[in-house]
């Protein structure tokens, strides 16, 4: 009974495991804190960044269909 106990306390299987739980629930968190403290800014920039790169894509296409014709 005595080594189940002692195997119980000393066993580290799960401990990953819960580490990233823990980590990930943390970052959850901090995700959920950052969106409500700027409201939606956050989002509307990430939206303008995204829309920039697409865009400088196109003109990246164009250009690269223009110079191999």
Excluded: C, D, H, R
Excluded at 15 to 34: D, K, N, P, R, S
Excluded at 35 to 51: D, N, V, W
């Amino acid at each position: 009974m005595n080594s189940a106990i002692s195997n119980f306390f000393t066993e580290e299987e799960g401990q990953g495991i819960t580490e990233y739980g823990a980590i990930l629930a943390f970052v959850a968190i901090l995700v959920a804190v950052v969106f409500s403290i700027t409201q939606g800014a956050l989002s509307s920039a990430i939206s303008k960044a995204f829309s920039a790169v697409v865009s400088q894509l196109n003109k990246l296409s164009t250009a690269a269909a223009a110079a191999s014709s």
